[in-house]
């Protein structure tokens, strides 16, 4: 059965982007969020086996929505995304619980590495 995976990022073409590579590598995208607080509501609706968190998203950013995951399921399984620069925001989200991290723009390999490494368990 397909790993599903819920993708959260506040720019359609990052949505877009991440989907293309997850889809054409045999996972399921289950939804997309534009923002934290969106994403947070689609994780208690559907479960995925992981979730793609984007760090800077307006109305809630990436890291508390991450906290508020793992608030709900501690084990769930977070990938952050970040542009470049955003290394204190990284270490922080990791504290917080994310598994891995993802830098944009997206190297299709890189994507499918983290998330094949995080749901081979």
């Known amino acids: 059965m397909a790993k599903r995976i819920l993708i959260t990022d506040d720019?359609?073409?990052?949505?877009?982007?991440l989907k293309n590579i997850l889809t054409q590598n045999g996972?399921?995208?289950?939804?997309?969020?534009?923002?934290?607080?969106?994403?947070?509501?689609?994780?208690?609706?559907?479960k995925p086996d992981l979730v793609t968190m984007d760090i800077t998203m307006p109305e809630m950013d990436g890291i508390a929505a991450l906290k508020e995951i793992k608030s709900i399921d501690p084990e769930a399984t977070?990938?952050?995304?970040?542009?470049?620069?955003?290394?204190?925001?990284?270490?922080?989200?990791?504290?917080?619980?994310?598994?891995?991290?993802?830098?944009?723009?997206?190297?299709?390999?890189?994507?499918?590495?983290?998330?094949?490494?995080?749901?081979?368990?």
């Open 27 to 46: 996972y399921e995208v289950v939804g997309e969020a534009q923002n934290g607080a969106e994403s947070v509501a689609m994780y208690k609706q559907l």
């Open 11 to 17: 720019a359609l073409f990052m949505r877009v982007t």
């Open 78 to 121: 977070v990938v952050m995304c970040t542009a470049m620069g955003q290394k204190n925001m990284v270490v922080e989200a990791i504290q917080a619980g994310a598994k891995d991290f993802i830098v944009k723009p997206f190297q299709p390999d890189r994507v499918v590495e983290a998330v094949g490494k995080l749901l081979a368990a």
